[in-house]
């Protein structure tokens, strides 16, 4: 099993400057290499403060002139945000910078708040129409000469400018829950990338039986790969009260996210308050105590316990997303632990 890091630039005030977010996101890339992780991760987000990615493309290109081996995945891109052609070049382009090191991943979008602003207003659930669209259109513009006639974009013959380093081309990944998504990604030769979000380990063996169904179903498809993305924080063995702060820090994240993704009040200067705990008073999953235990939290025993039941069920990437609202100091320390004692156990 192969080890990612997810990162984002997340800001809860203003007492830390974006400036400093940038250092610290790189400082952790830098880490993650140096310590045997093989992809980092950035995704798009637009106007939140809490998750700063209004696009992966440029974090990562300066990430690829601060390393040499670290493969570098725009995840996700959110396809009714983009034109074919600019997924096709934009991809191509990093894959030049980095030579050869990119990943790209698309979802359809789910804040109802960006596809407002961004999609005048398109139902975020109908994002899957442009990705079904986008994914095979992008395909055929890094192959060469395309033209288009879909539902959604329609263009002439063109091509990708520049041509991708990787062939025949870069690995391409589709955020996938239920079967229908799951199916598609495999039937396009995508590799698919999964989150239980605050459900346990049972809906990882039932996310990953989803993707056995689509591999199985499609058997003309070389073996695609499935990443497991999850919230993780690994504290030292002697602290038995290591993983509260954790699991606070990640219930902080999931009120705000359900904040923004509610898009009940607009936010002020990209800010939105948490929801309140008192709102989750019969929401379980929510309580620190759930969350200790379906996040990825742990000293680094019980967290290699975990990553070795992932691996049994046939996961191929794990990727430790860093977002939980705790600060840079604390962040590095679960990287470090996690580096020198969880990855050794998996070498």
Same mark, same amino acid.
């Given at each position: ?101 990119? @990943?790209?991943?698309?979802? !359809?979008?789910? =804040?109802?708040?960006?596809? %407002?602003?961004?999609? +005048?207003?398109? $139902? &975020? ?99 695609? @790969?499935?990443?497991?993305? !999850?919230?993780? =924080?690994?504290?030292?063995? %002697?602290?038995?009260? +290591?993983?509260? $702060? &954790? ?101």
């Amino acid at each position: 099993m192969r080890f990612s890091l997810f990162v984002h630039m997340e800001r809860w005030d203003e007492s830390v400057t974006h400036r400093q977010l940038f250092e610290n996101l790189t400082e952790l890339t830098v880490m993650a290499e140096a310590g045997g992780f093989e992809t980092v991760w950035i995704g798009e987000h637009h106007a939140m403060e809490y998750t700063i990615a209004p696009s992966p493309m440029p974090l990562l290109a300066y990430l690829a002139g601060q390393t040499s081996t670290i493969r570098l995945g725009a995840g996700t891109i959110i396809a009714p945000f983009w034109h074919p052609i600019r997924v096709a070049g934009e991809c191509a382009l990093l894959d030049v910078i980095s030579n050869g090191r990119m @990943e790209v991943g698309l979802a !359809r979008g789910a =804040y109802q708040f960006e596809f %407002d602003r961004l999609a +005048g207003g398109l $139902p &975020a659930g109908d994002g899957g129409k442009h990705l079904r669209e986008l994914v095979p259109a992008v395909r055929e513009l890094w192959k060469g000469d395309y033209a288009h006639d879909g539902e959604i974009w329609q263009f002439p013959t063109s091509t990708s400018v520049p041509k991708p380093v990787q062939k025949p081309m870069p690995p391409m990944w589709v955020a996938a829950r239920d079967p229908a998504s799951h199916d598609f990604a495999v039937a396009q030769g995508c590799n698919v990338m999964v989150t239980p979000l605050m459900k346990g380990d049972e809906e990882v063996a039932d996310l990953k039986g989803k993707f056995d169904t689509a591999v199985a179903n499609h058997p003309e498809v070389p073996q695609p @790969e499935i990443m497991v993305l !999850r919230h993780t =924080y690994v504290h030292p063995a %002697d602290d038995p009260e +290591g993983w509260r $702060p &954790a699991a606070e820090g990640i219930q902080k994240f999931y009120r705000t996210f359900d904040a923004w993704f509610g898009n009940k009040t607009d936010p002020v200067n990209g800010f939105h308050d948490p929801s309140p705990e008192s709102k989750f008073a019969e929401r379980p999953e929510f309580s620190p105590e759930s969350l200790h235990k379906t996040a990825m939290i742990g000293t680094p025993e019980e967290v290699i316990d975990r990553l070795r039941y992932y691996e049994e069920l046939g996961i191929t990437e794990f990727s430790f997303w860093t977002d939980n609202t705790l600060s840079h100091e604390e962040k590095r320390k679960s990287l470090e632990l996690f580096i020198n004692e969880v990855i050794p156990a998996f070498r």
